[in-house]
């Protein structure tokens, strides 16, 4: 069992716990991800590893409630257990001096680029973040990207908060203004990061993206979680969850994100029938 | 001389009573019902008790099979139960899985007139006997030895080799990746051949024997083996993790929405539940129109499991012939009684997408029987011209498993063969790295689930061995391995 010391709404659909988990803890490197059940009746889903603390033993995840799994999730407060918390999983991100590194993060995928970028600091990058979301309130960590990126851009599709744009426009202007800008790296819905990945083409810029794909054992056992990397079937989950962008099928990627729609509705009537919601 | 005399009134096997085939093709519950008492001594009563019985040979464990024979023909069912768990932590598993037609059964003296004793029967009625009379016996524990052994995979394996270590006193821990134990016997088999209460229940068994067992740990990214022996004071470490790596067939198609592999397909409906959708929560795609790629015993069982979820028709294609089929008989027999068409000398060419990024249909290519291969069968060969397609909308190749990557390459040391399985010395399982032991399909390739107790029971022995000495010498291995 897994308590959950800390819990933050950071907007109306998006959570942030942190997680008592020693040995995971340790472990835990910038771009790892890890597995959660919530209970016995429960799926295991990946979550995005938002940051980790060796010396207090925790992880901290960041999601957003989308279906049943996550809903119930959100319903879970501070001092409740999770019956299981699996990981580290994944290959963790290669981190390097590059020099100049634009880090892009959108929506909850803001939660992810965090340790990616700030180990990239560290590593005595020169790091421009762009973080976007739909609207004001779905962004979140502002200031803890500021801290950790010598610029920092923030985009609303709305225009309710920072400019009123999608990610890929600031991206496009910084990489036809920057020359010296070798690597990005891109966290979001699957569509962002397709468009990131067709942007930075144009500039022939290195781009590495993370793929939240489906994933049942998430150690490489079951391919629930299969893409294609360069006309190659890899499974995100011990392959990745980082790969090139420019050789990710990301049609094939949503595809596959969307085999259950019928499920997936069913489960969120059902529970919100128990839950008494409307 | 005597025993002709016997053969000539040979009574016929006691049949186990199974569920009708086209009421147990709609769930999940157990196929066979168990044999009561009476049926139990009637079919054991069938026993020549040789002089020098043939089928303790073919046991991959050594079981006492005339023993415990006789006990259950005097009546003694614990008894009975005792004497195979002597040498079978498993026996209730053990009696419902193993491929006995091919070990202790096939070399009955029985069989050569007719069929031999039901071992695998009388096997799981003495093991479920033992427990539902709650009459389950701890041995006694041995005095501490004071030494540490990691068991990395808690499938039969790494059950076996942990059962046996903990009776010579060693302080055992089991590793398991997944969120419950048991390995195969809990993700792979599915419950109506294997009940999930009955691995659950040999488990405890196990863990009361004093066996400690660590559920979540993905060795290889939790802690590494190196951690294990350095950092954690474990004096040996045993690699049991499985083959584990999904085939694809590398075909067209085969990433559509739709196409499981066979892992997958059983994962989901066995480890996580999902044929009680919603109850729980993990969701599983009930195909109308179902087809199985391959002819193994995970093949019978994923097609199997894809009648019981509802689907309308279920296709097995294979791309021999029956005969050549590896999966158990009594499986393949199964299949056929519940309605599952067997398309053989068949091969997948590619699968058809509904436009939506869904499956709707396979193109297979007929096959014919050509020379015979390495593995003795005959090959099959593409019969061109032949292309035709099955409509389908759930596909599940059951192809085996390659090794998986995720534990092996954390152990830069450890020799890998050209197939990426560990080398290790058939006897022993010691590798090349010092204190590091490894067996079942993670050294073979994919095999059985008694296979890899016999190789959980081995490495039990030769841990025992290395932990008095520290003792290592691979100097076979080292040799098979640069020929």
Redesign the interface.
């Known amino acids: 069992m897994f308590k959950i010391l800390k819990k933050e709404e950071l907007s109306d659909i998006v959570t942030l716990f942190e997680i008592e988990a020693k040995d995971i803890a340790k472990k835990a490197k910038a771009g790892n991800f890890f597995v959660l059940k919530i209970h016995e009746q429960g799926e295991r889903i990946p979550l995005t590893i938002a940051d980790f603390d060796s010396e207090k033993g925790t992880l901290t995840t960041v999601f957003q409630k989308v279906g049943k799994t996550t809903y119930h999730l959100g319903t879970l407060n501070e001092g409740d257990y999770l019956s299981d918390v699996i990981g580290p999983l994944g290959m963790h991100s290669h981190i390097e001096n590059f020099g100049k590194v634009i880090c892009v993060g959108g929506g909850v995928g803001i939660a992810p680029i965090y340790p990616i970028t700030r180990a990239l600091k560290e590593a005595g990058n020169t790091i421009i973040s762009i973080i976007g979301a739909r609207t004001k309130n779905l962004i979140f960590w502002e200031e803890k990207m500021r801290r950790v990126s010598d610029e920092l851009i923030v985009t609303t599709d709305d225009g309710s908060y920072g400019r009123k744009a999608v990610v890929t426009v600031p991206l496009d202007e910084l990489l036809r203004e920057n020359k010296d800008i070798n690597l990005v790296i891109a966290i979001g819905p699957a569509i962002m990061m397709k468009f990131v990945c067709k942007t930075t083409e144009k500039y022939d810029v290195k781009t590495i993206v993370s793929l939240n794909s489906i994933m049942v054992d998430a150690t490489g056992m079951c391919g629930a979680c299969r893409i294609e990397v360069g006309g190659e079937t890899k499974f995100a989950c011990v392959d990745g969850p980082e790969f090139d962008g420019h050789k990710v099928d990301f049609d094939l990627l949503m595809a596959r994100q969307r085999m259950y729609p019928e499920e997936e509705k069913l489960a969120m009537e059902r529970y919100k029938e128990k839950m008494g919601v409307k | 001389m005597e025993e002709k005399k016997e053969e000539k009134k040979q009574k016929p096997r006691v049949k186990m009573r199974e569920q009708a085939p086209l009421v147990r093709a709609r769930n999940f519950m157990e196929v066979p019902y168990a044999y009561t008492p009476d049926e139990a001594v009637a079919e054991a009563s069938r026993c020549l008790a040789c002089l020098r019985p043939a089928c303790r040979n073919g046991c991959p464990v050594e079981v006492d099979i005339p023993s415990f024979i006789k006990l259950i023909k005097e009546g003694k069912f614990i008894e009975a139960a005792w004497k195979v768990k002597e040498k079978n932590a498993l026996p209730a598993v053990c009696g419902r899985v193993c491929p006995q037609e091919i070990q202790c059964e096939s070399l009955c003296i029985l069989g050569k007139k007719g069929e031999p004793i039901a071992v695998g029967n009388l096997e799981r009625f003495v093991a479920d006997y033992e427990r539902e009379k709650g009459e389950v016996q701890i041995p006694k524990k041995p005095k501490p030895t004071g030494r540490k052994v990691a068991i990395i995979g808690s499938g039969p394996g790494g059950l076996t080799c942990a059962a046996d270590l903990i009776q010579s006193g060693h302080q055992v821990t089991l590793f398991e ?3 419950k134990p048991g390995g195969v016997l809990i ?1 792979g088999i599915p419950e109506f051949r294997l009940p999930k209460a009955i691995v659950e229940r040999e488990v405890e068994y196990i863990q009361k024997l004093g066996v400690e067992l660590t ?4 060795i290889g ?3 590494t083996v190196d951690e294990l022996l350095n950092d954690r004071g474990y004096d040996a470490c045993f690699i049991c993790t499985g083959a ?3 085939m ?1 067939m590398g075909i067209p198609g ?2 559509l ?2 196409i ?2 066979a ?2 397909f059983l ?2 409906a066995n480890l ?2 999902a044929y009680l ?7 599983i ?1 009930i195909g109308k129109k179902v087809a199985v790629f391959g002819g193994g015993n995970v093949a019978m069982d994923s097609a199997r499991v894809a009648l019981r979820l509802g689907a309308e028709k279920v296709y097995l294609v294979y791309r021999r012939s029956e005969a050549e089929m590896p999966a158990r008989k009594a499986e393949v027999h199964h299949a056929h009684e519940e309605g599952i068409e067997f398309v053989l000398l068949t091969n997948p060419t590619r699968f058809i997408d509904d436009g ?2 869904n499956v709707c249909g396979v193109e297979c290519i007929k096959m014919e029987l050509g020379e015979p291969d390495q593995s003795g069968r005959r090959r099959p060969v593409p019969i061109k011209g032949s292309e035709f397609q099955i409509e389908i909308d759930v596909g599940i190749p059951a192809l085996g498993t390659r090794s ?3 534990l092996l390459s954390t152990l830069p040391d450890l020799k890998l063969n050209k197939r990426g399985y560990i080398v290790a010395e058939e006897a022993t399982g010691m590798t090349s790295k010092k204190g590091v032991f490894a067996g079942g399909d993670i050294v073979t390739g994919s095999a059985t689930v008694i296979l890899a107790m016999g190789a959980g029971r081995k490495v039990a022995n030769a841990i025992n061995e290395y932990l008095k000495w520290k003792y290592w010498d691979v100097s076979n291995l080292t040799k098979q391995f640069t020929v």
């Open positions: 990746a997944l969120h993700y559920l979540n740990a993905v990214k939790l802690h584990g790596l999904p694809f085969e990433n929405n739709g499981y592999s892992n997958e994962t989901r996580m539940k959708f919603p109850e729980y929560d993990t969701p795609k939506k990024g998986n990557p995720l």
